[in-house]
Protein backbone atom coordinates (compact mmCIF):
# COMPACT_ATOMS: atom_id res chain seq x y z
CA UNK A 1 0.00 0.00 0.00
CA UNK A 2 1.47 3.37 -1.24
CA UNK A 3 0.21 6.02 1.31
CA UNK A 4 -1.43 9.14 -0.26
CA UNK A 5 0.42 11.97 0.61
CA UNK A 6 -2.27 15.36 0.63
CA UNK A 7 -0.76 18.73 0.38
CA UNK A 8 -2.27 22.45 0.35
CA UNK A 9 -2.31 23.51 -2.91
CA UNK A 10 -2.44 27.38 -1.61
CA UNK A 11 0.81 26.66 0.35
CA UNK A 12 2.57 23.42 -0.69
CA UNK A 13 2.67 22.20 2.74
CA UNK A 14 2.07 18.45 3.53
CA UNK A 15 -1.35 18.50 5.53
CA UNK A 16 -1.34 14.42 6.26
CA UNK A 17 -0.55 11.19 4.72
CA UNK A 18 -3.17 8.49 4.73
CA UNK A 19 -3.10 4.71 4.27
CA UNK A 20 -4.26 3.71 0.64
CA UNK A 21 -6.16 0.76 -0.74
CA UNK A 22 -4.72 -1.56 -3.05
CA UNK A 23 -6.17 -4.15 -5.72
CA UNK A 24 -6.24 -6.86 -2.64
CA UNK A 25 -8.19 -4.56 0.22
CA UNK A 26 -10.20 -3.01 -2.84
CA UNK A 27 -11.61 -6.27 -4.11
CA UNK A 28 -12.53 -6.98 -0.32
CA UNK A 29 -14.37 -3.81 0.35
CA UNK A 30 -16.48 -4.40 -3.10
CA UNK A 31 -17.10 -8.24 -1.91
CA UNK A 32 -18.69 -6.68 1.46
CA UNK A 33 -20.37 -4.45 -0.63
CA UNK A 34 -21.89 -6.34 -3.25
CA UNK A 35 -22.78 -9.14 -0.15
CA UNK A 36 -24.40 -6.14 1.59
CA UNK A 37 -26.70 -4.38 -1.24
CA UNK A 38 -29.27 -6.64 -1.37
CA UNK A 39 -30.57 -5.89 2.71
CA UNK A 40 -29.87 -2.49 1.79
CA UNK A 41 -32.24 -2.45 -1.12
CA UNK A 42 -35.16 -4.27 0.95
CA UNK A 43 -34.93 -1.29 3.68
CA UNK A 44 -38.40 0.83 2.89
CA UNK A 45 -37.67 3.51 1.05
CA UNK A 46 -38.78 6.09 3.75
CA UNK A 47 -35.56 4.32 5.95
CA UNK A 48 -33.54 5.24 3.55
CA UNK A 49 -34.82 8.77 2.55
CA UNK A 50 -34.48 9.30 6.33
CA UNK A 51 -30.97 7.92 6.35
CA UNK A 52 -30.17 11.16 4.00
CA UNK A 53 -31.93 13.64 5.86
CA UNK A 54 -30.01 12.46 8.93
CA UNK A 55 -26.78 12.94 6.15
CA UNK A 56 -27.93 16.60 5.45
CA UNK A 57 -28.45 17.44 8.81
CA UNK A 58 -25.05 16.65 9.85
CA UNK A 59 -23.69 18.55 6.75
CA UNK A 60 -25.58 21.83 7.92
CA UNK A 61 -24.14 20.95 11.79
CA UNK A 62 -20.57 20.45 10.36
CA UNK A 63 -20.74 22.68 7.71
CA UNK A 64 -17.61 25.27 8.90
CA UNK A 65 -15.24 22.74 9.30
CA UNK A 66 -16.20 21.01 6.28
CA UNK A 67 -15.64 23.78 4.18
CA UNK A 68 -12.34 24.66 6.22
CA UNK A 69 -11.37 20.45 4.84
CA UNK A 70 -12.37 21.62 1.54
CA UNK A 71 -10.81 25.16 0.91
CA UNK A 72 -7.59 23.41 2.76
CA UNK A 73 -6.81 20.43 0.50
CA UNK A 74 -8.60 21.94 -2.85
CA UNK A 75 -7.32 25.95 -2.74
CA UNK A 76 -11.06 26.73 -3.13
CA UNK A 77 -11.74 30.10 -1.39
CA UNK A 78 -13.92 29.38 1.52
CA UNK A 79 -16.79 31.44 1.08
CA UNK A 80 -17.16 29.07 -2.22
CA UNK A 81 -16.70 26.00 -0.27
CA UNK A 82 -19.34 27.10 2.32
CA UNK A 83 -21.89 28.06 -1.22
CA UNK A 84 -21.19 24.39 -2.50
CA UNK A 85 -22.43 23.27 0.93
CA UNK A 86 -25.48 25.20 0.99
CA UNK A 87 -25.85 24.51 -2.89
CA UNK A 88 -25.71 20.90 -1.91
CA UNK A 89 -28.78 20.97 0.70
CA UNK A 90 -31.04 21.91 -2.03
CA UNK A 91 -29.79 18.75 -4.15
CA UNK A 92 -30.43 16.59 -1.66
CA UNK A 93 -33.88 18.12 -1.21
CA UNK A 94 -34.67 17.70 -4.58
CA UNK A 95 -33.49 14.09 -4.80
CA UNK A 96 -35.21 13.34 -0.81
CA UNK A 97 -38.89 14.99 -2.80
CA UNK A 98 -38.41 13.42 -6.08
CA UNK A 99 -37.57 9.80 -5.06
CA UNK A 100 -40.66 8.37 -4.12
CA UNK A 101 -42.48 9.29 -7.57
CA UNK A 102 -39.43 9.06 -9.48
CA UNK A 103 -39.40 5.05 -8.77
CA UNK A 104 -43.05 4.11 -7.76
CA UNK A 105 -44.51 1.06 -9.63
CA UNK A 106 -46.32 2.23 -12.58
CA UNK A 107 -49.15 0.76 -13.53
CA UNK A 108 -49.44 1.21 -17.57
CA UNK A 109 -52.12 -1.31 -18.44
CA UNK A 110 -54.84 -2.88 -17.26
CA UNK A 111 -58.05 -4.41 -18.56
CA UNK A 112 -59.54 -6.07 -15.62
CA UNK A 113 -57.43 -9.59 -16.58
CA UNK A 114 -54.40 -8.18 -17.70
CA UNK A 115 -51.97 -5.88 -15.65
CA UNK A 116 -48.85 -4.77 -17.24
CA UNK A 117 -46.51 -2.15 -14.46
CA UNK A 118 -42.85 -0.83 -15.22
CA UNK A 119 -40.96 -1.48 -11.49
CA UNK A 120 -37.59 0.23 -10.79
CA UNK A 121 -35.14 -1.69 -9.34
CA UNK A 122 -31.36 -0.79 -8.13
CA UNK A 123 -28.40 -1.71 -10.29
CA UNK A 124 -26.71 -3.36 -7.47
CA UNK A 125 -23.23 -2.27 -6.93
CA UNK A 126 -22.49 0.67 -8.48
CA UNK A 127 -18.69 2.55 -8.58
CA UNK A 128 -18.21 6.14 -8.73
CA UNK A 129 -14.91 7.57 -9.73
CA UNK A 130 -14.55 11.54 -8.79
CA UNK A 131 -12.99 14.90 -9.45
CA UNK A 132 -11.72 17.31 -7.13
CA UNK A 133 -13.23 20.42 -8.30
CA UNK A 134 -17.44 20.47 -6.85
CA UNK A 135 -16.47 17.14 -4.22
CA UNK A 136 -19.30 17.99 -2.59
CA UNK A 137 -22.02 17.98 -5.72
CA UNK A 138 -20.14 15.66 -7.70
CA UNK A 139 -19.78 12.79 -5.32
CA UNK A 140 -23.73 13.22 -4.00
CA UNK A 141 -24.87 13.76 -7.85
CA UNK A 142 -24.33 9.73 -7.49
CA UNK A 143 -23.82 8.85 -3.95
CA UNK A 144 -27.41 10.44 -2.82
CA UNK A 145 -29.76 9.01 -5.67
CA UNK A 146 -27.51 5.59 -5.73
CA UNK A 147 -28.11 5.11 -2.06
CA UNK A 148 -31.82 6.31 -2.23
CA UNK A 149 -32.98 3.69 -4.89
CA UNK A 150 -31.44 0.62 -3.11
CA UNK A 151 -27.77 0.80 -4.65
CA UNK A 152 -24.60 -0.25 -2.69
CA UNK A 153 -21.93 2.31 -3.02
CA UNK A 154 -17.97 2.00 -3.96
CA UNK A 155 -16.65 5.36 -4.44
CA UNK A 156 -13.27 6.87 -5.06
CA UNK A 157 -12.71 10.60 -4.30
CA UNK A 158 -10.22 12.29 -5.90
CA UNK A 159 -6.75 12.52 -4.78
CA UNK A 160 -6.92 16.15 -4.28
CA UNK A 161 -10.52 15.88 -2.23
CA UNK A 162 -9.88 13.16 -0.38
CA UNK A 163 -10.43 13.98 2.95
CA UNK A 164 -13.70 15.53 1.99
CA UNK A 165 -14.40 12.28 0.54
CA UNK A 166 -13.60 10.66 3.94
CA UNK A 167 -15.93 13.05 5.62
CA UNK A 168 -19.06 12.11 3.21
CA UNK A 169 -18.88 8.81 4.06
CA UNK A 170 -18.23 9.56 7.57
CA UNK A 171 -21.32 11.73 8.22
CA UNK A 172 -23.29 9.12 5.72
CA UNK A 173 -22.53 6.05 8.55
CA UNK A 174 -23.45 8.31 11.27
CA UNK A 175 -26.42 9.04 9.61
CA UNK A 176 -27.48 5.29 9.79
CA UNK A 177 -26.32 3.86 5.91
CA UNK A 178 -24.41 0.83 6.68
CA UNK A 179 -20.65 0.69 6.21
CA UNK A 180 -20.41 -1.71 3.46
CA UNK A 181 -23.13 0.12 1.91
CA UNK A 182 -20.99 3.19 1.16
CA UNK A 183 -17.44 2.72 1.09
CA UNK A 184 -15.24 4.95 -0.01
CA UNK A 185 -11.48 3.80 -1.48
CA UNK A 186 -8.60 6.23 -0.72
CA UNK A 187 -6.20 6.54 -3.65
CA UNK A 188 -5.03 7.68 -6.99
CA UNK A 189 -5.53 6.50 -10.59
CA UNK A 190 -4.34 2.83 -10.07
CA UNK A 191 -7.15 2.15 -7.03
CA UNK A 192 -9.79 3.92 -9.31
CA UNK A 193 -8.55 0.91 -12.20
CA UNK A 194 -8.49 -1.64 -9.27
CA UNK A 195 -12.35 -0.31 -8.56
CA UNK A 196 -13.28 -0.97 -12.20
CA UNK A 197 -11.48 -4.60 -12.27
CA UNK A 198 -14.13 -5.69 -9.34
CA UNK A 199 -17.81 -6.98 -10.86
CA UNK A 200 -20.02 -3.59 -10.71
CA UNK A 201 -22.93 -2.92 -12.05
CA UNK A 202 -22.53 0.90 -13.19
CA UNK A 203 -19.53 3.09 -12.68
CA UNK A 204 -19.97 6.98 -12.88
CA UNK A 205 -17.55 8.73 -13.87
CA UNK A 206 -16.88 12.71 -13.36
CA UNK A 207 -12.93 14.09 -14.89
CA UNK A 208 -11.17 14.61 -18.06
CA UNK A 209 -11.90 13.25 -21.04
CA UNK A 210 -8.86 11.07 -21.16
CA UNK A 211 -9.24 9.55 -18.37
CA UNK A 212 -12.33 8.79 -19.36
CA UNK A 213 -11.24 7.50 -22.41
CA UNK A 214 -9.28 5.05 -20.39
CA UNK A 215 -12.25 4.44 -18.42
CA UNK A 216 -14.25 2.77 -20.75
CA UNK A 217 -11.08 1.04 -22.59
CA UNK A 218 -11.40 -1.01 -19.02
CA UNK A 219 -15.20 -1.80 -19.02
CA UNK A 220 -15.40 -2.35 -22.84
CA UNK A 221 -16.70 -5.71 -23.18
CA UNK A 222 -18.60 -5.59 -19.89
CA UNK A 223 -22.61 -4.85 -20.39
CA UNK A 224 -22.46 -2.69 -17.84
CA UNK A 225 -23.85 1.04 -17.29
CA UNK A 226 -21.26 3.72 -18.17
CA UNK A 227 -21.77 7.67 -17.51
CA UNK A 228 -18.85 9.97 -18.08
CA UNK A 229 -19.22 13.37 -17.03
CA UNK A 230 -16.25 15.00 -18.70
CA UNK A 231 -14.89 18.88 -19.69
CA UNK A 232 -16.02 21.48 -21.47
CA UNK A 233 -15.00 24.70 -23.43
CA UNK A 234 -18.31 26.15 -23.15
CA UNK A 235 -19.13 29.25 -25.20
CA UNK A 236 -21.12 32.04 -24.90
CA UNK A 237 -22.20 34.67 -27.39
CA UNK A 238 -22.69 38.18 -26.59
CA UNK A 239 -25.17 40.10 -28.94
CA UNK A 240 -24.43 43.65 -30.27
CA UNK A 241 -28.32 44.47 -28.11
CA UNK A 242 -27.09 43.13 -25.11
CA UNK A 243 -25.75 45.63 -22.00
CA UNK A 244 -22.10 45.30 -22.09
CA UNK A 245 -21.60 46.06 -18.93
CA UNK A 246 -24.27 43.72 -17.24
CA UNK A 247 -22.80 41.07 -19.65
CA UNK A 248 -19.11 41.47 -18.60
CA UNK A 249 -19.63 41.28 -15.13
CA UNK A 250 -21.64 38.30 -15.23
CA UNK A 251 -19.27 36.46 -17.73
CA UNK A 252 -15.94 37.22 -15.88
CA UNK A 253 -17.55 35.95 -12.29
CA UNK A 254 -18.53 32.58 -14.69
CA UNK A 255 -15.25 32.05 -16.45
CA UNK A 256 -13.59 32.75 -13.15
CA UNK A 257 -15.32 31.70 -10.29
CA UNK A 258 -13.56 28.84 -8.34
CA UNK A 259 -10.69 30.08 -10.00
CA UNK A 260 -12.16 28.31 -13.27
CA UNK A 261 -11.67 24.97 -12.64
CA UNK A 262 -15.56 24.30 -12.29
CA UNK A 263 -16.33 21.94 -15.77
CA UNK A 264 -19.20 24.30 -16.89
CA UNK A 265 -16.82 27.78 -16.48
CA UNK A 266 -17.27 30.40 -19.44
CA UNK A 267 -14.50 29.00 -21.33
CA UNK A 268 -14.72 31.36 -24.92
CA UNK A 269 -16.92 34.06 -25.50
CA UNK A 270 -17.93 35.80 -28.88
CA UNK A 271 -18.93 39.47 -28.72
CA UNK A 272 -20.65 41.26 -31.36
CA UNK A 273 -18.50 43.58 -32.91
CA UNK A 274 -20.69 46.89 -32.63
CA UNK A 275 -20.68 46.36 -28.88
CA UNK A 276 -16.89 44.29 -28.44
CA UNK A 277 -14.86 47.83 -27.24
CA UNK A 278 -16.98 47.99 -24.22
CA UNK A 279 -17.47 45.17 -23.19
CA UNK A 280 -13.92 44.18 -22.90
CA UNK A 281 -13.30 46.98 -21.42
CA UNK A 282 -15.64 46.46 -18.48
CA UNK A 283 -14.69 42.66 -18.95
CA UNK A 284 -10.96 43.81 -17.58
CA UNK A 285 -12.47 46.02 -15.17
CA UNK A 286 -14.42 43.36 -13.46
CA UNK A 287 -11.85 40.96 -13.60
CA UNK A 288 -9.51 43.39 -11.98
CA UNK A 289 -11.43 43.68 -8.42
CA UNK A 290 -11.01 39.79 -8.11
CA UNK A 291 -9.04 39.60 -5.03
CA UNK A 292 -6.57 36.73 -5.46
CA UNK A 293 -5.31 35.13 -2.36
CA UNK A 294 -4.98 33.12 0.86
CA UNK A 295 -8.19 30.64 0.06
CA UNK A 296 -9.07 31.06 3.85
CA UNK A 297 -9.83 34.36 4.01
CA UNK A 298 -12.88 35.58 3.36
CA UNK A 299 -12.54 38.01 0.43
CA UNK A 300 -10.27 35.96 -1.75
CA UNK A 301 -12.01 35.35 -4.91
CA UNK A 302 -9.20 34.03 -6.76
CA UNK A 303 -8.00 30.57 -4.81
CA UNK A 304 -4.83 28.19 -5.51
CA UNK A 305 -4.69 26.25 -8.64
CA UNK A 306 -5.47 22.56 -7.14
CA UNK A 307 -3.11 20.95 -9.09
CA UNK A 308 0.36 21.90 -10.02
CA UNK A 309 0.44 20.58 -13.45
CA UNK A 310 -2.21 22.63 -14.48
CA UNK A 311 -0.57 25.51 -14.57
CA UNK A 312 1.82 24.00 -17.24
CA UNK A 313 -1.58 23.62 -19.43
CA UNK A 314 -2.19 27.34 -18.72
CA UNK A 315 1.09 28.61 -19.61
CA UNK A 316 1.39 26.97 -22.49
CA UNK A 317 -1.98 27.97 -23.71
CA UNK A 318 -1.23 31.52 -22.83
CA UNK A 319 2.28 31.16 -25.18
CA UNK A 320 1.05 29.42 -28.24
CA UNK A 321 -2.27 31.95 -28.09
CA UNK A 322 0.54 34.84 -28.10
CA UNK A 323 2.65 33.25 -30.49
CA UNK A 324 -0.27 33.42 -32.84
CA UNK A 325 -1.15 36.76 -32.69
CA UNK A 326 -3.21 37.23 -29.62
CA UNK A 327 -3.01 39.94 -27.32
CA UNK A 328 -2.64 39.47 -23.89
CA UNK A 329 -4.59 42.04 -21.39
CA UNK A 330 -4.00 41.07 -18.14
CA UNK A 331 -2.50 38.60 -16.09
CA UNK A 332 -0.73 35.86 -18.35
CA UNK A 333 1.81 33.79 -16.54
CA UNK A 334 2.04 31.61 -13.08
CA UNK A 335 3.12 33.06 -9.82
CA UNK A 336 5.47 32.41 -7.57
CA UNK A 337 5.29 29.57 -4.67
CA UNK A 338 4.73 28.60 -2.59
CA UNK A 339 1.55 27.00 -4.17
CA UNK A 340 0.58 27.00 -7.03
CA UNK A 341 -0.80 30.50 -8.46
CA UNK A 342 -2.15 31.57 -11.48
CA UNK A 343 -4.04 35.23 -11.97
CA UNK A 344 -6.63 36.20 -13.79
CA UNK A 345 -6.19 36.36 -17.53
CA UNK A 346 -7.83 37.68 -20.58
CA UNK A 347 -6.69 37.51 -24.03
CA UNK A 348 -7.95 39.11 -27.04
CA UNK A 349 -7.82 39.00 -30.75
CA UNK A 350 -8.12 35.41 -30.29
CA UNK A 351 -8.87 32.71 -33.07
CA UNK A 352 -9.74 29.01 -33.52
CA UNK A 353 -6.10 27.65 -34.51
CA UNK A 354 -4.82 28.50 -30.61
CA UNK A 355 -5.39 25.68 -28.18
CA UNK A 356 -6.40 28.63 -25.75
CA UNK A 357 -10.22 28.22 -27.93
CA UNK A 358 -10.11 24.85 -28.67
CA UNK A 359 -9.13 23.00 -25.21
CA UNK A 360 -10.29 22.86 -21.98
CA UNK A 361 -7.89 25.50 -20.17
CA UNK A 362 -9.72 24.65 -16.55
CA UNK A 363 -8.31 27.89 -14.76
CA UNK A 364 -8.73 31.38 -14.79
CA UNK A 365 -7.89 32.41 -18.11
CA UNK A 366 -10.39 33.51 -20.98
CA UNK A 367 -9.81 34.67 -25.00
CA UNK A 368 -12.27 36.77 -26.04
CA UNK A 369 -13.47 36.72 -30.07
CA UNK A 370 -15.22 39.65 -32.20
CA UNK A 371 -17.62 38.11 -34.31
CA UNK A 372 -19.70 40.16 -37.58
CA UNK A 373 -23.11 37.95 -37.26
CA UNK A 374 -25.37 35.70 -35.31
CA UNK A 375 -24.17 32.80 -37.84
CA UNK A 376 -20.60 33.39 -37.63
CA UNK A 377 -21.11 33.33 -33.84
CA UNK A 378 -23.02 29.32 -33.69
CA UNK A 379 -20.60 28.25 -36.24
CA UNK A 380 -17.60 29.41 -33.87
CA UNK A 381 -19.79 27.87 -30.77
CA UNK A 382 -20.07 24.50 -32.80
CA UNK A 383 -16.71 24.18 -33.56
CA UNK A 384 -15.43 22.05 -31.17
CA UNK A 385 -15.75 18.74 -29.93
CA UNK A 386 -17.09 19.68 -26.29
CA UNK A 387 -20.38 19.88 -25.57
CA UNK A 388 -21.30 20.66 -22.39
CA UNK A 389 -23.18 23.97 -21.84
CA UNK A 390 -23.43 27.17 -24.15
CA UNK A 391 -25.10 30.64 -24.15
CA UNK A 392 -26.36 33.82 -25.06
CA UNK A 393 -26.67 37.25 -24.10
CA UNK A 394 -29.82 39.11 -25.38
CA UNK A 395 -32.53 41.10 -23.78
CA UNK A 396 -34.43 39.27 -26.93
CA UNK A 397 -36.10 35.80 -25.90
CA UNK A 398 -36.90 34.77 -29.40
CA UNK A 399 -33.68 35.43 -31.10
CA UNK A 400 -31.89 33.72 -27.53
CA UNK A 401 -34.27 30.67 -28.22
CA UNK A 402 -33.53 30.35 -31.86
CA UNK A 403 -29.39 30.45 -31.60
CA UNK A 404 -29.26 28.25 -29.00
CA UNK A 405 -31.42 25.94 -30.73
CA UNK A 406 -28.82 25.74 -33.00
CA UNK A 407 -25.87 24.62 -30.57
CA UNK A 408 -24.55 21.35 -29.20
CA UNK A 409 -24.76 20.87 -25.94
CA UNK A 410 -26.42 19.57 -23.34
CA UNK A 411 -27.19 22.70 -21.16
CA UNK A 412 -28.06 26.59 -22.90
CA UNK A 413 -28.25 29.80 -20.88
CA UNK A 414 -29.87 32.54 -21.89
CA UNK A 415 -28.72 35.28 -19.89
CA UNK A 416 -26.81 33.60 -17.32
CA UNK A 417 -24.05 30.97 -16.90
CA UNK A 418 -22.00 29.01 -15.38
CA UNK A 419 -25.36 27.29 -13.42
CA UNK A 420 -26.51 23.92 -12.29
CA UNK A 421 -29.87 23.17 -11.05
CA UNK A 422 -30.99 19.65 -9.62
CA UNK A 423 -34.08 19.71 -11.16
CA UNK A 424 -32.55 20.06 -15.09
CA UNK A 425 -30.67 17.11 -16.23
CA UNK A 426 -26.66 17.46 -16.29
CA UNK A 427 -25.16 15.90 -19.54
CA UNK A 428 -22.91 16.38 -22.17
CA UNK A 429 -22.62 16.34 -25.73
CA UNK A 430 -19.91 15.05 -27.83
CA UNK A 431 -16.40 14.49 -25.43
CA UNK A 432 -18.62 16.00 -22.69
CA UNK A 433 -19.35 12.82 -22.19
CA UNK A 434 -22.36 9.95 -21.72
CA UNK A 435 -25.41 9.77 -19.21
CA UNK A 436 -26.39 12.22 -16.94
CA UNK A 437 -27.08 12.85 -13.05
CA UNK A 438 -29.56 15.77 -11.41
CA UNK A 439 -33.42 15.97 -12.26
CA UNK A 440 -35.72 12.79 -12.14
CA UNK A 441 -34.14 10.91 -15.46
CA UNK A 442 -30.61 11.07 -12.72
CA UNK A 443 -32.37 9.12 -10.31
CA UNK A 444 -33.93 6.58 -12.52
CA UNK A 445 -30.53 6.65 -13.96
CA UNK A 446 -29.54 4.13 -10.88
CA UNK A 447 -32.04 1.90 -11.68
CA UNK A 448 -33.15 -0.23 -14.11
CA UNK A 449 -36.86 -1.74 -15.50
CA UNK A 450 -38.32 -4.73 -14.47
CA UNK A 451 -41.53 -5.49 -16.83
CA UNK A 452 -44.46 -7.05 -14.76
CA UNK A 453 -46.70 -8.96 -17.49
CA UNK A 454 -49.93 -10.29 -14.84
CA UNK A 455 -52.73 -12.57 -15.65
CA UNK A 456 -55.46 -12.84 -13.23
CA UNK A 457 -56.71 -15.74 -14.08
P1 LIG B 1 -9.09 13.26 -13.69
O1 LIG B 1 -9.60 12.60 -14.93
O2 LIG B 1 -7.63 13.55 -13.60
O3 LIG B 1 -9.44 12.37 -12.41
C1 LIG B 1 -10.76 12.00 -12.10
C2 LIG B 1 -10.76 10.74 -11.24
O4 LIG B 1 -10.31 9.63 -12.03
C3 LIG B 1 -9.84 10.80 -10.02
O5 LIG B 1 -10.53 10.25 -8.93
C4 LIG B 1 -8.66 9.94 -10.44
O6 LIG B 1 -7.98 9.36 -9.36
C5 LIG B 1 -9.35 8.89 -11.28
N1 LIG B 1 -8.50 8.16 -12.25
C6 LIG B 1 -7.37 8.61 -12.87
N2 LIG B 1 -6.91 7.65 -13.70
C7 LIG B 1 -7.74 6.59 -13.60
C8 LIG B 1 -7.79 5.30 -14.22
N3 LIG B 1 -6.88 4.91 -15.12
N4 LIG B 1 -8.80 4.47 -13.89
C9 LIG B 1 -9.75 4.84 -13.00
N5 LIG B 1 -9.75 6.04 -12.37
C10 LIG B 1 -8.75 6.91 -12.68
O7 LIG B 1 -9.95 14.59 -13.53
P2 LIG B 1 -9.85 15.70 -12.39
O8 LIG B 1 -8.60 16.50 -12.58
O9 LIG B 1 -10.12 15.11 -11.07
O10 LIG B 1 -11.12 16.61 -12.75
C11 LIG B 1 -11.09 17.67 -13.66
C12 LIG B 1 -11.90 17.32 -14.89
O11 LIG B 1 -13.21 16.93 -14.51
C13 LIG B 1 -12.10 18.50 -15.82
O12 LIG B 1 -11.92 18.08 -17.15
C14 LIG B 1 -13.56 18.90 -15.57
O13 LIG B 1 -14.16 19.56 -16.66
C15 LIG B 1 -14.18 17.58 -15.31
N6 LIG B 1 -15.44 17.72 -14.59
C16 LIG B 1 -16.60 17.46 -15.25
C17 LIG B 1 -17.81 17.62 -14.60
C18 LIG B 1 -19.10 17.37 -15.31
O14 LIG B 1 -20.13 17.34 -14.64
N7 LIG B 1 -19.13 17.20 -16.62
C19 LIG B 1 -17.83 18.03 -13.26
C20 LIG B 1 -16.62 18.28 -12.62
C21 LIG B 1 -15.43 18.11 -13.28
Redesign the pocket.
Known sequence: MTPLAIHNPANGQLITTLPADDATSVAAKAAAARAAQAQWAAVPLARRQACIEAFRAGVVRDLESLAATMTRETGKPIRMSRNELNGLLGRIDFFLKAVESTTATETVYDDGGMKEQIQHTPLGLVAN??????PW??GC?VIVPALLTGNAVLY??????TLTGLEIARLLHEAGVPKDVMTCLV??????????AQQVDGVF????????Q??AQ?VRGRFIKLQ?????KDPTYVCEDADPKAAAESLADGAMYNTG?????VERIYVHEKIYDAFVSHFVKTVGTFKLGDPASEDTYIGAI??AQ?LDVLDAQVADAKARGAVLLTGGARMAGPGNWYPPTVLVNVDHSMALMQE?S?GPIIGIQKVGNDAQAIALMNDTRYG?TAGVYTPDEARARALLAQVNAGSVYWNCCDR?SPRLP???YGD??IGL?LSTYGIQTFCRTKAWHLRSA
Open positions: ISAWNYFVNKPSEYAGGGEVGAALLFTGSVATGRIALELGGQSCCSTRQEFLVWSGSGT
